[in-house]
């Protein structure tokens, strides 16, 4: 290990920083011989390469898909799982290049191969990768490569229409671009042996479901014009990956084959379960003192009796680590959780590492430079030149989002940091699996935020070793169904033949009858009624088609990211120029008017937000901002229940309408993040449709459990932040896939009421999952919140970072006692 990690390491220790350090043992490689059908051409370009034989891994999933079995590979990071996908159909393409009267393809025309991507980054680097291994014999293999995505010049998308033998591209084009075009990529659908999906253990939620659906919508279109192709699917460790597969297609688990047992070799790594650094009490009295009118010698007491467990946040000390790693020249990843962060993370880093050149008078070669951010919003040449930067080492550390954390194969990485929970079990080992890339050693930090589940982990790191969670998404939800729909229908008419691939059922549960008007009334499933219904769809002779005369486009309905709309584009005043873009979902969070907005470092003061763009200008000071968002959740239809014995409690979980308003904004002065003044706002609520979990509580109750009614509304609130803080552990996802409300008197329910939704629409299963988990959950968040130290409160169980009435009230030994009471059997 380099000497100034061992040292970091001794410190961390020393002062409580570092609570536990997991070592994953060496693995050593498992090899396989290479199988007859490859050609002698491939084998060749992969000597070239060093690779003298195949790991048995990559052998199962060859061979498997060369056989036409549809198979997902589900592997350690570094393991060679693209090449293993890579090789079926390299193998064709040179045998088929060869030969004048054989052809490989099922209908004798040249193969074809799709590889997906969940991100540009990725595409953009496998692409470099393929074209790395083409090439490294002469003559390079008779191969036809290239991307096709929003980032691609148009040129050579209409080059890749027209000649490819592989396209690199990602859900999101196939359904904009590829499947409503579909008659002009006939050619390399008719002819498409291989689908290669990357990545498959991040599909999950909404995300997951469109993706699932867009695939099957393709999948569609190449069987209507004569192919078959077989699925190659590519994960880290995830539970039941032949499962997830077959989920994403549409059919049953026992057609997709899962290879999963690692043998590729792996050199020891070092997880080290980071808190950050304790603040000086007095300084944060101080902080305290100077945001207070006044304070009295008594309260001034109290305040340091109760501030010697605040420590900094993530962000603060995620940028100190990485400061001091760029430093000593340790190429470091540094992921954070949101876009913003990422900015943060980079910018307090970059003043950090400033100061420390200038003190140590180590050089001057632009120090700015060797930190920067990487996330999703930046535009497509800035995105390739950072990843340029990072491969050839001009950038020594970079602060990103999990736009970083698949599959890209930086080499020389030494430290990978992940700060706070990143989504997943799986996402943890993902983003560690980003050090010590190509068999060499690395570190993999786990900095926890002050929220109750990083504390719980850090506390409970064998909660990392159990086995990967599933990937959980429901193909069914109706805001995501009807959309495809539509779009499957604008593509090619809708039959009977395609119920099943949607997962349709005519039944007198799923189905409606709906008046033909050139037959008889007849039965189809349930979403297709509703959205003839809706004049989305029509019936006509030849099966169910889209509705042209709308003005819409059918494929503009579904959002698939689940991010809200089309994104809203940033753009300078002064110049005209888009410098980024923000989701609809987000965006009276972070550009409304007034809102201090920051991009690659640079500040922006917003000026003006419509339903297209935020307009920009300048900023240079030390104010920021932080929006207040007022909620209110209506239910529109009760579900399942169940009550606890011997009392009121009751559990409920059904439909929901959250509707939320950005009301007023605080300014905020750093470094301390002091209020300066309150502003208002003037914007429209914003209403969505999902699914809750919530439990109710009768006044008996509450006198039971002994909660004073002064104290109620804060035992209700905390209690709501430490349940939401800790579902993700259970249900494979973000805190920020979640919202909540708590109220002493509900207007429906009538009683004290706690509401954990998912923040999406149409739900994603989340809250469903702690529904039908109700008893572990508690279980988890009760011990959580008994165990930690503060005496009124603190993020690590009751505060949440994303409350919208700014923790206000909170009152922990309430939220302590209700907890409590959820746990009686």
Not at 27 to 32: G, I, K, L, Q, V
Not at 304 to 319: D, K, N
Not at 745 to 761: C, E, K, N, S, Y
Request: glycine share 8%; charged share 20%; net charge negative.
């Amino acid at each position: 290990m380099d000497p100034a990690l061992e040292s970091l390491k001794a410190r961390g220790q020393k002062d409580g920083r570092l609570v536990k350090v997991q070592t994953i043992p060496a693995r050593t490689a498992s090899y396989a011989p290479w199988p007859n059908w490859v050609a002698p051409e491939v084998i060749a370009t992969a000597n070239a390469q060093g690779i003298d034989e195949l790991w048995e891994h990559q052998l199962a999933c060859a061979q498997s898909a060369h056989e036409g079995t549809h198979t997902v590979l589900a592997t350690g990071t570094g393991s060679g799982k693209s090449w293993a996908a890579w090789l079926p159909i390299l193998s064709d393409l040179a045998i088929d290049a060869t030969s004048a009267t054989t052809r490989i393809s099922q209908l004798g025309r040249r193969p074809t191969a799709l590889y997906l991507c969940p991100t540009k980054a990725l595409a953009a680097d496998q692409l470099q990768t393929l074209q790395k291994l083409i090439h490294s014999t002469q003559p390079p293999l008779p191969v036809q490569a290239f991307t096709a995505d929003g980032d691609t010049a148009s040129e050579l998308k209409r080059l890749a229409r027209g000649s490819a033998d592989i396209i690199i591209s990602n859900p999101d084009y196939i359904h904009h671009v590829m499947a409503p075009g579909h008659a002009q990529w006939t050619r390399f659908l008719r002819s498409l042996k291989y689908l290669i999906i990357d990545e498959i253990h991040a599909q999950r939620g909404v995300a997951g479901a469109h993706t699932a659906l867009v695939i099957r919508r393709l999948l569609r279109l190449a069987r209507h014009y004569g192919a078959n192709p077989t699925v190659i699917g590519l994960s880290a460790t995830l539970a039941e990956p032949a499962a997830c597969l077959a989920q994403i297609l549409g059919c049953e688990n026992d057609e997709v084959k899962a290879i999963t047992e690692d043998a590729s070799p792996a050199a020891a790594k070092e997880l080290w379960y980071w808190q950050p650094a304790l603040r000086d009490p007095l300084a944060q009295l101080s902080d305290t003192a100077n945001s207070a009118e006044e304070n009295t010698l008594e309260e001034a007491a109290e305040l340091v009796a109760g501030l010697h467990h605040e420590r900094r946040s993530v962000s603060t000390e995620t940028a100190h680590l990485l400061a001091y790693l760029a430093n000593q020249q340790i190429r470091t990843l540094a992921f954070v959780r949101s876009r913003y962060g990422a900015e943060q993370v980079a910018q307090i880093a970059q003043k950090l590492l400033t100061v420390e050149k200038l003190s140590t008078k180590t050089g001057n070669f632009g120090v700015k430079h060797q930190i920067a951010a990487y996330r999703g919003g930046y535009l497509p040449d800035e995105r390739r030149a950072l990843e340029k930067a990072l491969r050839e080492g001009e950038l020594v550390g970079l602060a990103t989002t999990n736009a970083l954390e698949l599959g890209i194969d930086i080499a020389g990485l030494e430290v990978a940091i992940t700060a706070g929970w990143p989504g997943s079990i799986a996402s943890i080992w993902q983003q560690a699996g980003r050090s010590g890339r190509a068999g060499k050693a690395g570190v993999a930090i786990f900095v926890a935020s002050e929220n109750p589940l990083d504390d719980y982990l850090i506390h409970h790191p064998e909660m990392l070793a159990d086995p990967p969670e599933h990937s959980v998404f429901d193909t069914s939800n109706p805001f995501v169904l009807g959309p495809h729909l539509c779009a499957a229908a604008a593509e090619l008419p809708l039959g009977p033949a395609d119920w099943k691939l949607f997962d349709l059922t005519v039944s007198s549960e799923g189905a409606q009858s709906v008046q033909d008007t050139a037959t008889d009334s007849q039965l189809v499933p349930g979403p297709i009624a509703t959205l003839a219904a809706n004049r989305l769809l029509v019936k006509r002779p030849g099966g169910w088609f889209w509705n042209a005369t709308l003005p819409r486009s059918a494929h503009d309905l579904a959002d698939l990211r689940g991010t809200g709309g089309d994104p809203i584009q940033v753009v300078r005043r002064d110049s005209g120029e888009v410098i980024g873009t923000v989701d609809a979902a987000s965006a009276h969070n972070l550009v409304h008017p007034g809102a201090i907005y920051i991009h690659q470092g640079q500040l922006y003061t917003v000026t003006q937000l419509d339903d297209l763009t935020a307009t920009v200008i300048d900023y240079r000071g030390d104010l920021r901002t932080r929006p207040t968002e007022q909620l209110t959740v209506q239910i529109t239809s009760p579900g399942p229940a169940f009550a606890q014995p011997e009392s009121g409690i009751v559990w409920q979980h059904g439909n929901t309408n959250v509707i939320t308003q950005i009301t007023d904004y605080d300014v905020l002065r750093q470094p301390g993040m002091h209020f300066v003044t309150n502003r208002n706002l003037d914007l429209p609520p914003r209403t969505l449709q999902t699914k809750s979990t919530w439990i109710t509580f009768t006044m008996r109750d509450i006198d039971r459990i002994g909660i004073a009614e002064g104290d109620l509304p804060g035992a209700l609130h905390g209690a709501e932040h430490a349940l939401i803080g800790m579902l993700p552990l259970l249900a494979t996802c973000d805190r920020s896939d979640l919202g909540g409300l708590s109220t002493v008197l509900h207007p429906q329910t009538g009683t004290a009421t706690i509401f954990v939704h998912d923040a999406v629409p149409g739900g994603a299963g989340f809250s469903y999952h702690g529904f039908q988990n109700a008893a572990e959950w508690v279980e988890l968040t009760y011990q959580q919140l008994k165990k930690c130290p503060c005496q009124s409160g603190c993020p690590r169980c009751v505060q949440s970072p994303k409350c919208g009435n700014g923790n206000e009230p909170l009152n922990k030994t309430g939220a302590l006692k209700l907890l409590a009471a959820l746990r009686t059997p």
